[in-house]
């Protein structure tokens, strides 16, 4: 069963959610407006209500009466998504989960955290430095660990650790019609039945509503060390990553910034970056391992073309170059004031990276529109960022064709049409195109089985 229309609460349903969460519920008008867009460039969409919930117990109560009153469920957390995932199509409440922000356990010996979902990246990364650990998962926005579950994200680490799927060990989730469910166990090693928990990471809020998480986390690298490395192109850049790669260096990050994206993040942070084609390094490990590393990794860049290579273990030079990086989405849009963006996501064989890239610049190039290109290119995922007119809705239009000719392209060599950030309202058509008819069947019986009434994150996925 799906939800095919709008459902705006009566004041009797109101008053029973409102009963359900000690009177945490909202229908004013900015409340509404901050939980009815994300950062993507689909036009915002209210909800009906804002739920705020505090409890697994809460988010169970909650779900099963929308469940038997067939009110939509949109769980949110700080709105950081690329894909439209919160945005209520169909009404109905969003859940705020980030005032669920306790850190429940830290296990050092263990190497694990637990955290409820609406704890953000960065204060759970300021608290596990105490024990001299880390949480590896770096998308770039401080999102929830809820959020970042839920899309599966990855970020710029993920070459050396891994993405939430690897680093979510167990969780807890409540089903559609309440029931709360514990998937996963804090071991290494689980071949115990289905694997449940990496059924539910990545499933968008569309299957269940994540509230606590197991991950996985590592110690703090006796040494960190950054560097950088100009080419004459774009595509002498790329197969020197891919080289990197192969030589079995153990890089932590290996990112990849074209000449108008450092043109961008030069004007936003105050940097003054050689405006070129740019790999960004990091390298983690022993002061001597890091050392050894940059100057393999030196040595391959000038292979391709690589010039002025500089590194640093200095802290506060690694934090900036880093941090320029993670601002490359907002430095972009910054260049165009009133403008929001498009990024794609994209992920192909590492042997296609090359050619992948090549397609995509040669398409956006032919196009009218301001774009940039960058990615975390040791791991084959790069993204395109198109620059539109939030005046001029038809824009839109021509740029989802763009983009579904270049991801087109990108299946038909092996890749996927997103690496991280999912598929969530902008991509329904190319998982079609890359998963087929008959396991995107699958997916549905599998949603159909635990929301039959559709109400979790509706016209999210799939239609």
Known sequence: MAITKRVDLSDAQVKALSSL????????????????????????????????????????KVLAYCNGEGIPVVAFGVGSSLEGHVL???????LDLSE????????????????????????????????????????????????????GAAGTTTVRYGSMRENVLKLTAVLADGTVIHAGRETRKLSAGYDLTRLIVGSEGTLAIVTEITLRVFGIPEKMAAAVSRFPSLADGVQAAIAIVRSGVAIARCEFLDAQSIKNVNAHDGLTLQEAPTLLFEFHGSPRGVEEDAKVVQEITSEFGGTDFEWTTEEGQRRKLWQAR?????????????????????????????????????????????????????????????????????????IRELTHKTTSAIIAMGGTCTGEHGIGAGKIDSLLEEAGQSSVAVMKSIKAALDPNGILNPGKIFH
């Not at 519920?25 to 919930?53: K, M, W, Y």
């Not at 209520?88 to 969003?94: C, E, R, V, Y």
């Not at 204060?123 to 998962?137: E, I, T, W």
């Not at 165009?336 to 992920?347: H, L």
């Open 21 to 60: 969460v000690s009177g945490r519920i909202s229908q004013n008008e900015s409340v509404l407006d901050s939980h009815g867009r994300d950062e993507s460039a689909f036009p915002p969409v209210r909800p009906s209500a804002v739920v705020t919930v505090h409890s697994t117990d809460e988010v169970s």
């Open 88 to 94: 209520p199509l169909f009404g109905g409440i969003s």
């Open 100 to 151: 669920m922000d306790s850190i429940i356990k830290i296990s050092p010996d263990d190497l694990t955290v637990t955290v409820q979902a609406g704890v953000k990246r960065m204060a759970l990364n300021k608290k596990l430095s105490n024990d001299g650990l880390f949480f590896s998962v770096d998308p770039g926005a401080d999102a929830t660990i809820g959020g970042m579950t839920s899309t």
């Open 326 to 398: 993670h601002n490359a989405y907002w430095a972009g849009i910054a260049a165009f004031p009133g403008k929001r963006a498009i990024s794609t996501d994209a992920a192909v064989p590492l042997s296609k990276l090359a050619d992948a890239v090549a397609i995509a610049e040669k398409i956006l190039k032919e196009s009218p529109f301001p774009h940039s290109i960058l990615g975390h290119v040791a791991d084959g995922n790069f993204h395109t960022f198109i620059v539109t007119d939030p005046t001029k809705p038809e824009e839109l239009d021509a």
